[in-house]
């Protein structure tokens, strides 16, 4: 482990290098989820710290024609060196128009393209690809964790960048970086040291709701998409009646109590009583409400909690807002306002997505089970920017068992963008099986061993779930184990 380790941080320390000697405007892209405004925010300092000229934006994806227009003005002069974050990994060995003209560093954790007709890894002497996959290292440090490698062998001062990795890790959590326990594990634990060093990070034990330091106990319930509590998520006076079956409270004299305001002994009743509910609901981990807690010292209110934070990097970056959310990592107050209304939205919309799942979970036309794979038809109800977000939470909430969850939203040009997730400890892998099915129907797609993503024309859905549903009864070993 440790000799791919260091082939890892060399091929880091070749990427700050040309980043150092680099005398010109460098061209910086990023992904638009948590994990790439994370990443977006540590070469954003570290760049700055080094005093370099940047021209910085985000990506849903690196398609041809953004690719194209890269290449044409790389071809103009206009930059001789790009930086890809948290993409690019996937989309590398289409990058040659580009690396014709510039250098192109990647620091991602996608996994990689190969060459065309071989099972090897694309490769070319103008790219510089920071990525564990590479170095038979796992894919549970973020895109975000491959930036601070970056970053820090660009200047040892990054390490202050450590919590944003963190962040970006806990909003990836989809892709194994987060255990079940809900702890971090791999790399990212050795970087979590770095941020606890530095005090920018404490590391405590607690529920995971959204709002502990700053909402009243019944609206952090009623809030809680992730981890998802049916019944009560989403629903007021659900959440309030929860909390006074329990005898908990929800004021004291006269003023809200938040969840850091109750008692060890209330704290304890709500844990137990939200697991009870949890199990009821066929949840795989009813358990993971309560693990590791990442407070941020240096943040106040909501953006204290690492979770949150977390949640609030995705929203603003979805919401095509991730500057904010940069802003709000390298702690711009007048970002940090701006931010709040954003994620209010957002939560609300992604809340309400997941509970119509939920109430159609035994209408066939919407929800369809088959023994492997739960098969979630958001069509127009779910967008296609915030399908992979409900599909994860859908998933880990486990109200449509234990099986393979393949969500489909809408998208533009009859279009239909897919997400597919799957356990922490299962042998199915996602990113093969969304290669796989997606070229019969001409669409395009891969990702992660546990969660990807992909496209294909909406009059193919049928096709497709009969391509999944072959792809996974001629697997050995069946995902279901309960
Ligand atoms: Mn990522």
């Not at 021209?55 to 849903?60: E, L, Q, V």
Request: include cysteine.
């Amino acid at each position: 482990m440790l000799d791919k380790l260091e082939s890892l941080v060399k091929e880091a320390q070749k990427a700050a290098d040309a980043i150092s000697n680099h005398k010109d405007l460098v061209r910086a892209v990023s992904h638009i989820d948590c994990d790439g405004v994370c990443s977006a925010a540590i070469i954003v300092r570290a760049l700055s710290k080094k005093r370099k000229t940047f021209h910085f934006s985000f990506a849903k994806y690196l398609n041809d024609a953004m690719i194209n227009g890269l290449a044409e003005e790389a071809k103009q002069g206009r930059w001789k060196l790009l930086v890809f974050t948290d993409l690019g990994s996937g989309a590398a060995s289409g990058l040659a128009p580009i690396l014709e003209y510039a250098k192109i560093i990647i620091a991602d954790h996608h996994m990689p393209a190969k060459k065309d007709g071989s099972e090897q890894f694309y490769t070319h002497p103008n790219l510089i690809h920071v990525n564990p996959l590479l170095f038979e290292l796992k894919e549970d440090i973020s895109g975000s964790g491959m930036t601070y490698i970056l970053a820090r062998a660009l200047d040892p001062a990054n390490i202050v960048s450590g919590d944003i990795a963190i962040i970006g890790a806990i909003g990836d959590a989809q892709t194994g970086s987060i255990g079940d326990k809900w702890q971090v594990l791999g790399l990212n634990q050795e970087i979590l040291k770095d941020a606890e060093r530095v005090g920018s990070l404490k590391v405590t034990k607690g529920i995971r709701l959204w709002g502990r330091f700053s909402r009243p106990v019944h609206k952090a319930l009623e809030m809680s998409i992730d981890p998802y509590i049916p019944g009560i998520t989403g629903n007021e006076s659900a959440a309030v009646q929860f909390l006074t079956e329990l005898r908990i409270p929800v004021k004291n004299n006269g003023n809200w109590r938040s969840l850091s305001e109750l008692t060890k002994e209330e704290q304890q009743r709500l844990v137990s009583a939200i697991i009870i509910e949890r199990l009821r609901h066929n949840d795989p981990n009813p358990t993971q409400i309560f693990g590791d807690v990442y407070e941020l010292p240096h943040q106040t209110g909501e953006f204290r909690d690492a979770q949150e934070f977390a949640t609030i990097a995705n929203a603003c970056g979805k919401s095509l807002q991730g500057y904010l959310a940069v802003g709000a990592c390298l702690g711009d107050e007048e970002k940090i306002g701006r931010v709040r209304e954003t994620v209010a939205g957002y939560k609300k919309q992604i809340g309400s997505m997941v509970s119509w799942v939920y109430k159609n979970k035994d209408n066939p036309e919407i929800v369809r089970l088959t023994e492997k794979a739960a098969f979630v038809f958001g069509d127009d109800k779910i967008s296609e920017d915030l399908i992979s977000t409900v599909s994860s939470i859908v998933h880990r909430s486990g109200f449509l068992g234990r099986k393979v969850l393949i969500g489909f939203g809408k998208a533009p040009d009859n279009g239909m963008k897919i997400s597919a997730r799957t356990d922490d400890d299962s042998d199915i892998d996602m990113n093969q099986l969304m290669r796989d099915c997606v070229k019969e129907v001409s669409g395009n797609g891969g990702g992660h061993l546990r969660a990807a993503g992909g496209q294909i024309p909406s009059d193919k859905v049928e096709r497709f779930v009969e391509l999944v549903t072959g792809y996974l009864a001629k697997l050995k070993n069946p995902e279901i184990k309960a």
